[in-house]
């Protein structure tokens, strides 16, 4: 348990340049931060949450300027930005070209969620950390969202490196997530801000249908990150013209081109880290085809096979 003192926010800000997992409060719920940048810090928050799907993440960012280097903002966001932050609002912006972000923050996809948040001791952990900070609610998949740092302690006592302590949240109910990729402003997931207060700002605001964060089957995942190439699991060798995605010590001969390693050492952590960056390469070289190796299902490894059969799947 970190105070909000001034050494306990520099000792969280370190924490989390290390690599750490530091849960924080900010005016909504708790959050589970990590390095948004660090690939292994992400991997590790969705192996403390158990969650067993890669959802994308909300990048945190002290202030619009510093927000500006990781996502692009048009005018909307620029709009919305300066009324509601710092606030409960998260932006879905397009990620730049060669983000030094994780791909695993985003889940694969070109987008990255954006929040700027007001809670004081959130601000000044972000400004600590100097870089911006992924964070879901800080609960176990499946637990309701914390809003003590006692409620962060039942949930994931022993899967946080720190909590920093800053009492009650005031607003208690997540950020209102609003999708500005596209011509139509789509409300992902309602919240404090509301979709009419928006609407005056930068017209109608389509509410999304369904709930984002409720499993969806293989296929209608539209929000998610496939490949181009076909996928082929559970590959015991790899065949003519297909690249090839590995796990653990690699076994058999390969004459092809595209080749990776998710974990030479098959520590599911690592693999988790490397995903999506690996299956961009090995769908870059132009293979029509990728073969993957069967990924132990325990661990981060059920989320990774999540991931892998929907890239599987027929495509409509
Ligand atoms: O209030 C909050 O937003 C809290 C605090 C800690 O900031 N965080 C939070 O994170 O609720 P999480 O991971 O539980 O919810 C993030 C939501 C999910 O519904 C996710 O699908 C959506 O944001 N999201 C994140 N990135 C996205 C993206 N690139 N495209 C579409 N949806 C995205
Ligand atoms: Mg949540």
Redesign the pocket.
Same mark, same amino acid.
């Given at each position: 348990m970190l105070p909000t003192t001034p050494t306990g926010i520099a000792r969280a800000g370190e924490l989390l340049r290390a690599g750490k997992l530091v849960a924080f409060p900010?005016e909504? %719920?708790? $959050?589970?931060?990590g390095d948004a940048t660090d690939d292994r810090a992400v991997a590790a928050i969705f192996a403390a949450k158990g969650r067993p799907q890669f959802?994308? @993440?909300?990048a945190?960012l002290p202030d619009l300027a510093a927000a500006q280097s990781w996502a692009l903002f048009d005018e909307r966001a620029l709009e919305l930005a300066h009324q509601f932050w710092p606030g409960?609002l998260?932006m %879905?912006l397009p990620r730049p070209a060669n983000s030094a972000l994780s791909l695993l &923050? /985003? #889940?694969g996809?070109d /987008? %990255? #969620?954006i929040?700027v948040?007001g809670h004081p001791v959130a601000q000044a952990l972000l400004r600590a950390a100097g870089r911006p900070i992924a #964070?879901?609610? #800080?609960n176990r998949s499946g637990a309701v969202?914390p809003t003590t740092p006692h409620h962060v302690l039942e949930s994931l006592g022993d899967r946080v490196d720190a909590v920093v302590t800053g009492g009650k949240c005031a %607003?208690g @109910?997540? /950020?209102t &997530?609003i999708?500005l990729?596209g011509p139509e402003p789509v409300v992902?997931?309602p $919240?404090a801000v509301l979709p009419e207060e928006m609407e005056r700002l930068i017209g109608p605001v389509r509410m999304s249908a369904g709930d984002?964060?409720a499993p969806k089957a293989p296929g209608q995942l539209e /929000?998610h990150y496939a490949p181009n190439a076909a996928v082929r699991l559970n590959a015991k060798s790899a065949e003519e013209g297909e690249a090839l995605l590995t796990f653990g010590p690699d076994r058999f001969v390969f004459g092809g081109t595209a080749r990776l390693n998710l974990s030479p050492q098959g520590d599911l952590n690592e693999a988790a880290a490397n995903l999506f960056s690996h299956l961009r390469q090995l769908d870059q070289s132009g293979a029509p085809r990728i073969a993957v190796m069967a990924i132990p299902d325990e661990g981060l490894g059920v989320a990774i096979n999540d991931r892998l059969r929907r890239a599987a799947a027929p495509r409509g």
């Open positions: 900010t909504t %719920v708790y $959050g589970l931060g959802n994308p @993440l909300i945190h409960p998260t %879905v &923050v /985003s #889940a996809l /987008s %990255v #969620a929040r948040p #964070a879901p609610s #800080a969202s %607003v @109910l997540e /950020s &997530v999708d990729t992902l997931r $919240g984002p964060t /929000s």
